[in-house]
């Protein structure tokens, strides 16, 4: 049997099984003692472990490490991607300039803006910023597209459940209920992070 | 007034099935197999280093989460029930009434607790046989006894294969087919197995059985007929078609005999799986754990420590359940630790290991019983 796998002498000659090499099949025994093939003493065994973790876990919670969510929370990381939010200027209007890098860069096609004049003539600013968190695919390149700081994704928010599909769809003024006051310096003006604290009431992630 | 009741029971005896009927299906039946449902999905989970479904409750009330069969209950009312446009709609809709009648009806043998002593419930009783009038905690007392049962469980098989044909289904006509030729194949082994423990006790009636057991457990069918409480008990969990034999139900292929059945009519399918669990641990019970009775409780009490026949009768029915929960617990454990047999590991099984082992069982108990006896 240990040499089962070598070409058998009476199928090929030695000359052409040297020629060619071919692939073997080794037969080999099952290893199971008495004890294994009986199986009944090794379903016990096997009942005994389950019946250790159900006992276990039963009285103490001894090896469960389930997470039980909406009481108990995990802080999510830094980078954790959660529901969009539209960051605030200094005088608590939307950063957003409308340039359209976000739903260019939307792999989904969940972003529509539509731009308006500001009367300021360096700037537009979105009259309406609708982001579809059902199309959402939370890839995050919107954010990172957007060159003013005015998108971002770390709310630590989960998308809500909701009843309707146009329920799923964020407006400006949700965006914005969740944004704070962006420290970053958008196109030379406005306030520089080092020099200036946020004026405005900072978002308060959810822990 | 308790004793003129029981006095009236026992003079009616078809008011008393119907009352023992009501306590034993309504009282211990149903909501056992109600929260089987739960403690299945909470002891895998458990066993699995989960916490289980928790979450359910009415306001405040939690209970572990055990109100997650109500709220099964209510889903599979409300769903809706799907009828596949070519079914055969009569044999359709009697499918399921054939898997959950006979598992309820098998139920009438078994003894939930010793005979109530009319007019003694106070006193000590210490010769049951003696009583003038007694009320059998068991719904029928027949002498064929577990040969109904054998018979009602091979009609159970034609649920699960009339479900499988009438669906029109390709998959739960194969999943039907397994049933029956599954069940059919452990119906003998079980019968068999079965058959030493008769020659032991001498009866082939439930109640007789648990009363040749007796209140010492080296004499219950467990010690005296080890190989045949492994063997019954295998062919048994078989015979339930639940995981390590649950072919006929093969979710990653099969989906089972009831792929078509949708709504309450697949809930029935399943309540009467469970009740099936329930009866089996009942049967394993009266034969080889001794019924009802009690470690030193005879019928006058533990020992020289005597007790009111009432508190004795009590304290068996309540051993009784617990044997029973028992029971159910290990066949959980079972069904959540081994791994499914292919159809060849099966039939292999059943016919050439435990069908020649129940026959040696049955040849040697005889041996054995007829050596006992003195030869005669």
């Known amino acids: 049997m240990s040499h089962a796998h070598a070409p058998s002498q009476s199928d090929h000659t030695p000359s052409s099984a040297s020629k060619k090499a071919r692939v073997g099949v080794r037969v080999v025994g099952r290893p199971d003692s008495l004890e294994q093939r009986i199986y009944l003493p090794e379903v016990i065994r096997g009942l005994g472990v389950t019946a250790k973790h159900f006992f276990a876990n039963l009285f103490s919670r001894k090896y469960t490490v389930t997470v039980e969510y909406p009481e108990q929370k995990l802080r999510y990381a830094d980078r954790h991607r959660g529901l969009h939010r539209l960051m605030h200027r200094e005088d ?3 950063r957003c300039v409308a340039c359209m ?7 989904a096609h969940c972003i529509t803006i539509v731009a308006e004049d500001t009367g300021n003539k360096n ?15 939370v890839c995050g390149l919107c954010v990172e597209a957007c060159p003013c700081d005015a998108l971002r994704m770390d709310s630590g928010v989960h998308a809500p459940a909701v009843d309707f599909r146009g329920d799923a769809i964020q407006a400006k003024i949700d965006l914005l209920k969740r944004g704070s006051q962006s420290v970053a310096t958008q196109g030379g003006i406005g306030a520089d992070w080092r020099t200036q604290q946020p004026t405005v009431k900072q978002y308060d992630p959810p822990k | 007034m308790l004793d003129s009741i029981l006095l009236f029971l026992a003079q009616h005896t078809a008011i008393a099935a119907f009352v ?4 034993l299906v309504v009282g211990f039946v149903m909501p056992l197999a109600s929260l089987s449902t739960w403690a299945e999905r909470r ?9 289980g479904p928790n979450r359910a409750n009415i306001g405040p009330f939690k209970l572990w989460g055990i109100l997650h069969f109500v709220a099964d209950a209510v889903k599979m ?9 070519k079914v055969n709609r009569s044999l359709f809709a009697l499918a399921p009434v054939m898997a959950i009648a006979p598992v309820l009806i098998v139920f009438a043998v078994i003894p939930f607790g010793p005979d109530l002593c009319v007019g003694q419930l106070f006193a000590t009783v210490n010769d049951p046989s003696a009583c003038l009038a007694t009320v059998p905690l068991q719904v029928a007392r027949m002498d064929v006894g577990l040969l109904f049962y054998f018979a009602l469980a091979s009609l159970s098989v034609y649920g699960a294969t009339l479900a499988g044909w009438a669906s029109y289904n390709k ?5 039907g087919l397994r049933a029956s030729s599954q069940m059919m194949s452990y119906e003998v082994c079980m019968g068999l197995s079965l058959m030493g423990a008769f020659l032991v006790y001498g009866s082939l009636e439930p109640h007789a059985i648990v009363v040749a057991q007796g209140s010492n457990p080296l004499n219950w069918g467990m010690v005296t007929q080890p190989l045949a409480f492994v063997l019954f008990f295998t062919a048994a969990v078989a015979e339930t078609k639940r995981a390590p034999f649950d072919l006929p139900e093969g979710e990653p292929e099969l989906i089972g005999y009831f792929v078509e059945y949708s709504g309450m009519r697949f809930g029935i399918f399943f309540l009467a799986e469970f009740i099936e669990t329930i009866f089996l641990s009942a049967v394993v019970t009266t034969v080889f754990l001794g019924g009802w009775q009690v470690p030193g409780l005879d019928s006058s009490g533990f020992g020289s ?13 309540v051993a009784w359940s617990l044997k029973i929960l028992f029971l159910c617990w290990l066949q959980l454990l079972i069904r959540w630790t081994l791994p499914r047999f292919r159809p060849d590991q099966l039939m292999r099984l059943g016919w050439k290991q435990l069908l020649p082992l129940s026959l040696l069982n049955i040849v040697v108990t005889a041996a054995w019983v007829l050596w006992r006896s003195g030869g005669n």
């Open chain 2, 43 to 51: 002891q895998s989970a458990m066993m699995q280093d989960r916490l």
């Open chain 2, 171 to 175: 998959w739960s006509l194969l999943g």
């Open chain 2, 305 to 317: 420590f005597h007790l009111p026949h009432l508190a004795v009768v009590l304290i068996q029915v």
């Open chain 2, 20 to 23: 023992k009927v009501i306590l």
């Open chain 2, 77 to 85: 009312v409300f769903k809706e029930d799907l009828v596949p446009s």
């Open chain 1, 123 to 137: 700037e537009k600013r979105p009259r309406s910023f609708e982001i579809d968190e059902l199309r959402c695919i």
């Open chain 1, 101 to 107: 890098l976000c739903p260019t860069a939307c792999p």
């Open chain 1, 92 to 94: 608590g209007q939307v």
